[in-house]
């Protein structure tokens, strides 16, 4: 009988699974038929997708299109691939090792290195759960009228609630995710198609990259600030976590289909998030750039714009609800994200409620107090901050990645091949080069 392949650093009678609650609790389909096999792996990815759709990637892609018109839409494409890689190595490091990224972390590095790296990976999530919060909170301001902090309020209670459906089977919390994710895409979908937008300018810069976005700060920025928005450390700990609920056979041929097919779940899940991202982009670049609003960042902003400059009376509003299913969906995966590093780091022995209380604790205080501060006046600025804070904190969670999936010695038959290594690391210095050159830029 074929053994499994795991990282050989602790006892394995002492370490507890990622997620105990749902670690092997999806049934994977035995069958002959491979469509069967691979429906019992979609979800994962799109739990993750989430996070390349949310706020936070609403304000770096306004400002982007209404400043710059389509030019960034290459940085949207590139950043999706990027994150199409990473999180194939973050699934392959969950399924082979069978611990998620914190965990690995924990038991690789020394006592005073993991505790660097759960702190940069909680003031990650913190900026992540800023944008997320802040821009349910908005929608919500503008849907229903509800002041900026109460939605902030609501919105940090109502996705513990919405967690509750895990215990029914982490299948329920996958469809309502999933709807939530096909609902943005609809409205969105419907969006461009009023906002008439230019198709060969649109083509051109999305496969073609301009020069200035390295020779303009600003535009860097903003570039930055959509590469944090798009691959985002905590979902390469949360992507490793997740994949683990699947039942499929803990051995080497068993874990080698689950990362085929769990890759496939995360590739379409990832393609459907850069629709999503390039819509955003492109409606902005069709409804303000080319009218002359260029300095459309807030996202309030955009919203009292849409029905008057598209001509549609529901424009509006399809914008505020894809933004409130966006928020909502970020905030319920930025959760589970926290539980999954402060547990894998840390290795609390708590009850479920009481680590969910305290991760969302963490989270959503630093959001209220911004919010108190700034209230509504600031919050496109905000945003934008906070995805490039995202961006600067992604080279600590992706060089362990890459380190560890290219191990041989840790990931035994499933290390990374030569060319993916070498497509990792060189994925991982750009990712730390334009961020070191984005603070060059910025002290200038």
């Not at 602790?10 to 749902?22: A, I």
């Not at 819509?279 to 750039?289: K, P």
């Not at 999936?405 to 334009?434: C, Q």
Request: charge should be positive; glycine fraction near 6%; proline fraction near 4%.
């Amino acid at each position: 009988m074929e053994t499994t392949t795991s990282i050989p650093l602790q006892s394995e009678t002492k370490r507890r699974p990622s997620l105990p609650e749902v670690f092997s609790s999806v049934r994977v389909s035995d069958s002959s038929r491979l469509w069967r096999r691979a429906l019992g792996f979609v979800g994962p990815g799109f739990l993750v997708a989430v996070g390349y759709m949310d706020p936070g990637n609403w304000a770096t892609d306004l400002a982007a299109g209404s400043r710059y018109g389509y030019t960034l839409l290459f940085v949207v494409m590139a950043s999706n691939l990027m994150a199409i890689l990473l999180q194939s190595l973050a699934l392959k490091l969950g399924i082979a090792s069978e611990r998620d990224l914190a965990q690995a972390c924990r038991e690789r590095y020394s006592r005073p290195v993991t505790i660097a790296l759960w702190i940069f990976a909680e003031v990650a999530i913190c900026a992540c759960d800023l944008a997320e919060v802040i821009g349910s909170a908005i929608a919500l301001q503008l849907l229903f009228g509800i002041p900026l902090i109460a939605g902030v309020i609501i919105t940090s209670l109502d996705v513990l609630l919405i967690l509750l459906l895990e215990h029914r089977g982490f299948r329920y919390l996958e469809a309502l995710v999933m709807v939530l994710i096909g609902t943005i895409a609809v409205l969105f979908c419907i969006e461009t198609v009023l906002s008439r937008p230019e198709w060969i300018p649109v083509l051109q810069h999305l496969l073609v990259p301009s020069r200035q976005v390295i020779s303009n700060p600003n535009m860097l920025y903003i570039a930055i600030g959509i590469l944090g928005a798009t691959v985002m450390p905590h979902n390469l700990y949360l992507h490793s976590s997740i994949v683990q609920t699947r039942a499929y056979p803990r051995t080497i041929p068993g874990k080698r289909e689950a990362i085929r097919l769990a890759s496939l779940d995360s590739a379409v899940a990832l393609s459907m998030a850069l629709f999503v991202n390039a819509a955003i982009l492109i409606v902005a670049a069709a409804a303000f750039h080319r009218t002359g609003h260029t300095e459309v960042a807030e996202i309030g902003d955009a919203y009292k714009l849409l029905t008057p400059l598209l001509g549609f009376t529901g424009a509006s509003m399809m914008f505020a609800l894809a933004l409130l299913a966006s928020g909502q969906n970020s905030t319920i995966t930025g959760t589970l994200a926290g539980q999954i590093v402060m547990e894998g780091f840390l290795e609390l022995r708590l009850p479920n409620w009481q680590r969910r209380l305290i991760t969302r604790l963490v989270a959503i205080i630093p959001t209220v107090i911004v919010t108190a501060i700034y209230g509504s006046a600031g919050t496109a600025q905000l945003l934008v901050l906070s995805q490039v804070i995202l961006s600067m904190q992604l080279s600590f969670a992706v060089f362990p990645l890459v380190h560890f999936t290219s191990d041989k010695a840790s990931m035994g038959p499933f290390a990374n091949k030569t060319w993916i290594r070498i497509l990792s690391w060189a994925v991982a210095l750009l990712i730390a080069g334009l961020n070191a050159w984005l603070l060059v830029q910025t002290f200038r």
